[in-house]
């Protein structure tokens, strides 16, 4: 184990965070399911590999914002972690809203006829579609603060949070890929959708508030 911690006490937390906000439904599942039904299980994978190398862009931005905070003061990181907190607490009850009205995937206006594209067609979508929602670069500025402490390397920590990040993902959206023709139905169930988001949202909210409450730093 590296000197700062590749897996601390806050590891398992986080893996229990990404892997539910992993298999959360959203744009990403999405794109892996409408380029699957386009073009056929390659680019299913190519479309899931892409798509999750844009974490690694996300979190070196967020270690840059990490690092620059830290230079200031320790309070100045822990405002940032507040702030993270409120929004998990926040993506939590969005997620319990959704679950209350019971919204599925729109597969079904998704799947279509197979064509063929180019070959770099697929993996250039994946990565803009990450890369360019800035959704996901917020997400990463409010999520990964909470596992990275003070004495941290702040780059080193994320890519390392942001790798494991890739493994989870990718191991759902390629198995969204093999799923695609014979699941499709399964996929756009409400009722699937409702409990994921009820499960996911539950959690976040659960652990935005006992990240709120944690001690200041002296």
């Given at each position: 184990?590296?000197?700062?911690?590749?897996i601390d006490s806050q590891f398992l937390p986080f893996l229990i965070a990404i892997t539910l906000l992993s298999?959360?439904?959203?744009?990403?599942?999405?794109?892996?399911?409408?380029?699957?039904?386009?073009?056929?299980?390659?680019?299913?994978?190519?479309?899931?590999?892409?798509?999750?190398?844009?974490?690694?862009?996300?979190?070196?931005?967020s270690a840059l914002g990490i690092s620059l905070i830290l230079l200031q003061s320790a309070w100045a990181f822990h405002a940032l972690k507040m702030v993270g907190a409120a929004y998990l607490i926040w993506l939590g009850i969005k997620s319990l809203?959704?679950?209350?009205?019971?919204?599925?995937?729109?597969v079904a206006?998704?799947?279509?006829?197979?064509?063929?594209?180019?070959w770099w067609q697929?993996?250039?979508?994946?990565?803009?579609?990450?890369?360019?929602?800035?959704?996901?670069v917020v997400f990463y500025m409010a999520f990964l603060p909470q596992f990275i402490a003070p004495s941290d390397p702040a780059l080193l920590k994320s890519l390392w949070?942001?790798?494991?990040?890739?493994?989870?993902?990718?191991?759902?959206?390629?198995?969204?890929v093999w799923?695609?023709?014979?699941?499709?139905?399964?996929l756009a169930s409400a009722r699937f959708a409702q409990w994921l988001n009820g499960l996911t949202g539950g959690?976040?909210?659960?652990?935005?508030?006992?990240?709120?409450?944690?001690?200041?730093?002296?």
């Open positions: 184990m590296a000197e700062w911690g590749l298999l959360s439904p959203g744009v990403d599942t999405l794109l892996v399911i409408r380029n699957t039904a386009r073009g056929g299980v390659g680019d299913g994978v190519m479309t899931s590999v892409a798509i999750c190398c844009g974490l690694f862009v996300h979190a070196t931005i809203l959704e679950a209350r009205r019971g919204q599925g995937l729109p206006g998704v799947l279509q006829s197979r064509s063929r594209v180019a697929p993996m250039k979508e994946g990565l803009l579609s990450n890369v360019l929602n800035p959704k996901t949070l942001a790798g494991v990040h890739f493994v989870i993902a990718n191991l759902w959206q390629i198995s969204v799923m695609v023709g014979g699941a499709s139905k399964w959690v976040l909210v659960l652990f935005g508030i006992k990240l709120a409450l944690e001690q200041r730093p002296s």
